[in-house]
């Protein structure tokens, strides 16, 4: 029962679809950093947290010129993460004008006072200063606390908008990565169901994943054997010689009809000539399910995929239950 064939398909497709998730992670990281997501969008969320009109005191220059923020990044750039207590020193020395280590604690907490009551203009940010002020009880430490408090909660809104922009661009990039490598899950499925010794290929190289890994050579190979656009490139050949009228239509023979490779410059020139819209219409039709399905489950990542590939693996692992291979007797 649990070493059937249809068992092996899906560890083949989980497999597959694990592959792609490593994929897309690899290039989703790429992303973040040639754009730098983290730093824009913790910046966004500070922006948020300082709102205050131009002429403020404290103003988001001022704040990323100080040097506890300006150490946390390369020269001009901006830190990707920032250290709730690192937020909260910054914000008390610019409140107390840098006031030295040297004073003592109550002389900047006052200092601090002064500057939120009559520095300040009216803003949300004077408006959540002095919710905190109040709260603190007059303890310079407190008040620290409390602003490590207020940046912490505010972050967790910062979070969730760093993962709504990685799910979008993750959505995206499943899409281009499936359609790249022509995954389709229903014509994997028929392979891997059609040809045992390709699944029991997939099956030995998924049993042997024991971690969230990049890709190996060999994994691309697999991968290779059940994806790709050699069907569809031979039968892109096809029609652009049967366009081109060396004769290789259907009944007659011709060298390179059958060619699985990509046809090159003839792809391109086929754009002008109409064979290349014909051959879309007749393969893409056939394509949009299995690649939507495809995207989908790659979209969900590598971590996902790998915790239900080891499930489907101990599953797989249990064997046949003992009272299935040997029945009790039936009773009279």
Known sequence: MFNSSILDVAIGLVFVYLLLGLICTTVNEWISQRFKLRASTLKQGIQALLHAPEDSAVVIEEFYSHPLIRTLALPGSHPAYMDPRTFALAIMDILSKGASDAQTAEARFEAIKHCIANELPDSQFRTSLQILLSSSGNSL????????????????????????????????????????????????????????????????????????????????????????????????????????????????????????????????????????????????????????????????????????????????????????????????
């Not at 008040?143 to 799910?167: A, H, I």
């Not at 899950?185 to 040809?195: D, N």
């Not at 990509?262 to 391109?268: A, D, I, M, S, V």
């Not at 995207?295 to 046949?320: E, H």
Request: contains cysteine; proline residues 6%; aromatic residues 12%.
């Open 141 to 332: 430490e407190t008040f620290g606390k409390r602003l490590e408090t207020w940046f912490d909660s505010s972050m967790d809104r910062v979070s969730g908008w760093y993962k709504n922009k990685v799910q979008i661009i993750t959505a995206i990039v499943a899409v281009i990565v499936t359609i790249f490598v022509n995954a389709d899950t229903l014509s994997i499925a028929h392979k891997l169901m059609v040809f045992p010794v390709i699944r029991d290929q997939i099956v030995k190289s998924a049993e042997g994943t024991r971690s969230v890994a990049p890709i190996t050579p060999t994994q691309e190979a697999e991968l290779a054997a059940i994806s790709g656009w050699s069907d569809e490139f031979r039968a892109f050949n096809k029609l652009e010689r049967c366009h081109n009228k060396n004769l290789c239509c259907p009944g007659q023979s011709a060298s390179g009809c059958d060619d699985p490779s990509f046809p090159g410059l003839e792809f391109l020139k086929s754009m002008t000539s109409g064979v290349f819209y014909t051959w879309l219409w007749n393969i893409i039709p056939g394509h949009l399910v299995g690649w939507f399905v495809t995207a989908i489950a790659a979209s969900l990542g590598a971590p996902f995929w790998f915790d239900i590939l080891n499930r489907f693996m101990n599953v797989r692992a249990a064997g046949a239950n003992p009272r299935e291979k040997n029945p009790p007797p039936a009773t009279a």
